[in-house]
């Protein structure tokens, strides 16, 4: 290595060093946990309720993650994103192979569902407004999902859900696209559990 390669690794040092011990701790602190936070499979769920022919039919999706880095004394800079693999849907066998296909949800080539969220606003003890952006199939709407959340043993709970409208997002087409075979809205829930959340 030369003097002068070994002058400059020697001034980044330095100056990361500085830039370090220049943040406070609590500060450090703090940012160190909200990059922790992260969702607990086992204890989560996303389930929908669609309706064929008016009879509801029941699923949920498997395979799903979330990105947070929420803080409720922060809310400003608060982020949560949110991913569902949309193969991973569950309602029978038949069903979950229709729904891989183009006219539904074109898994091979929009794999995921995506949420997020643009501004977070706390309505009430524990209660949050979450505005964000929604995208299915390659089509964006804005939502707002009010959420509940609940701390416990380390852990923190929120529970919500929306209604959309599959046609907002090119999902069912063809004959299925008739509201009167396929209702147009479809109610979604959640239950999420996160470790790493700051006290609510």
């Known amino acids: 290595m030369t003097p002068s390669l070994r002058l400059t ?13 220049a943040t406070p701790l609590p500060a450090r602190a703090q940012a160190a946990a909200l990059a922790a ?17 008016g009879v509801p039919l029941n699923g949920r999706f498997k395979a799903f993650s979330v990105q947070s880095t929420f803080n409720p004394k922060a809310l400003a800079t608060s982020q949560v994103g949110f991913s569902i693999d949309l193969g991973s849907v569950a ?29 977070i606003k706390a309505t009430g003890p524990g209660r949050y407004d ?7 199939k390659g089509q964006a709407r804005d939502l707002v999902v009010p959420v509940q959340m609940t701390q416990a043993n380390g852990l923190t709970t929120a529970v919500g859900g929306f209604t959309l409208k599959r046609l907002d997002f090119n999902v069912g087409g ?6 009167s075979i396929v209702a147009n809205e479809v109610q979604v829930k959640f239950k999420l559990t996160l470790k790493g959340v700051p006290a609510l």
């Open 174 to 179: 063809g004959d299925w696209g008739d509201p």
């Open 130 to 136: 979450v505005a964000g952006k929604l995208s299915i």
């Open 91 to 119: 309602i029978n066998a038949e069903t979950d192979a229709e729904l891989s296909k183009p006219d539904w949800f074109h898994t091979a080539r929009f794999p995921k569902a995506t949420f997020q969220s643009t501004a």
């Open 9 to 21: 690794g020697a001034l980044a040092l330095a100056i990361a060093t500085v830039v370090t011990l």
């Open 37 to 53: 936070q992260a969702l607990v499979p086992a204890q989560s769920e996303v389930t929908f309720v669609a309706r064929q022919l």
